[in-house]
């Protein structure tokens, strides 16, 4: 069992950042393929990013390419989204997810995760 939690949205002025953090419970947190997605309001929850358990492979939507960076640190069972740039179509609640799997691959449909957060909500203002 694994518990996330979200921590990081606000509200921003358009061309802002932010940082979202989930920190994740366990001992495994290394065993994991870690992934971000975000529902706007009337809209289907998305993968904006996801990362292996390592690290080492990451995937982007194309939404957010060259925006928002995603990355972890196994040792505070922490995976973070750095958002640059932020536009107001970023606006949405993001979610933080993860998939027991090792190796290379990074899940990016959100059926393939098992554990979810509650969520934190990012606005960005026009």
């Known amino acids: 069992q694994v518990q996330l939690v979200e921590s990081g949205g606000g509200l921003v002025q358009a061309g802002g950042s932010l940082r979202l953090s989930c920190a994740a419970s366990g001992r495994t947190f290394s065993s994991y393929a870690m992934g971000w997605f975000r529902q706007a309001s009337g809209k289907e929850r998305e993968c904006v990013a996801a990362?292996?358990?390592?690290?080492?492979?990451?995937y982007y939507a194309d939404s957010v390419k060259g925006r928002f960076t995603i990355s972890r640190d196994n040792a505070k069972n922490t995976v973070y989204l750095r958002m640059n740039s932020l536009k107001p179509e970023d606006t949405a609640v993001y979610y933080c997810?993860?998939?027991?799997?090792?190796?290379?691959?990074?899940?990016?449909?959100?059926?393939?995760?098992?554990?979810w957060g509650q969520g934190t909500r990012v606005t960005v203002s026009s």
């Open positions: 990362i292996n358990w390592s690290g080492g492979n990451t």
């Open positions: 997810a993860a998939d027991r799997v090792i190796g290379w691959y990074t899940p990016t449909t959100a059926h393939e995760y098992d554990y």
